[in-house]
């Protein structure tokens, strides 16, 4: 889920960037120190997008830059337990298929894939379900839910370190799985009603 954050910190302006619009600078200074990083509580900062506050700049001695007090609007990503995800599979491997959910990466395991046998397929990059004949290949489109989320704290985090954190998927429940897969059972059911 995407929530919307309001921050108060402080914000260093370069004095080569004096003459820019302060707001402008601010905002631009901001998500270069924190986008990306990630908050046990408040999930994986996509964007700092609004000043709500600046107040006047203080010097420091020694250092040619003003110091702003500023209240700031960011956008964070936090998934939750049971939340329902769109995403694309980036990678399949053995155990599983990865799906990118907004920012950040989530795992389908080959047992919460389809209620069918699942099989990978290593020279096709897919997993083959026995009875139905269901392929999931990379690229393909999925919807599914997370299980549970375990988020890493870790200090100087970074997107890179939110891979080490964990979001197991699952897409064996109805109106989950691939998009195809979710409109044949819609199809297969409308002929079951008529």
Not at 16 to 39: C, H, M, W
Request: hydrophobic fraction near 35%.
């Amino acid at each position: 889920m995407y929530y919307r954050t309001k921050i108060k910190d402080t914000v260093r302006i370069p004095p080569y960037k004096f003459e820019s619009p302060i707001n402008e600078v601010a905002i631009e200074t901001l998500n270069e120190q924190y986008a990306g990083r990630l908050d046990k509580k408040l999930g994986l900062l996509i964007c700092v997008n609004d000043i709500l506050e600046i107040g006047e700049g203080k010097l420091i001695i020694g250092d040619g830059a003003t110091y702003h007090n500023v209240v700031f609007e960011a956008i964070f990503f936090k998934p939750e337990q049971h939340e329902i995800f769109d995403g694309e599979v980036i990678d399949i491997v053995d155990y599983g298929a990865f799906v990118r959910i907004g920012p950040m990466d989530g795992l389908i395991h080959v047992s919460q894939v389809t209620d069918d046998y699942i099989t990978y397929d290593a020279k096709r990059g897919a997993l083959l379900a026995k009875e139905s004949n269901k392929v999931l290949e990379e690229g393909d489109l999925v919807r599914a839910r997370a299980v549970s989320v375990s988020i890493k704290d870790e200090s100087n985090n970074n997107i890179e370190n939110s891979r080490n954190s964990k979001i197991p998927l699952t897409m064996r429940q109805t109106n989950l799985g691939r998009f195809e897969w979710i409109e044949e059972a819609k199809q297969k059911s409308k002929k079951v009603k008529e």
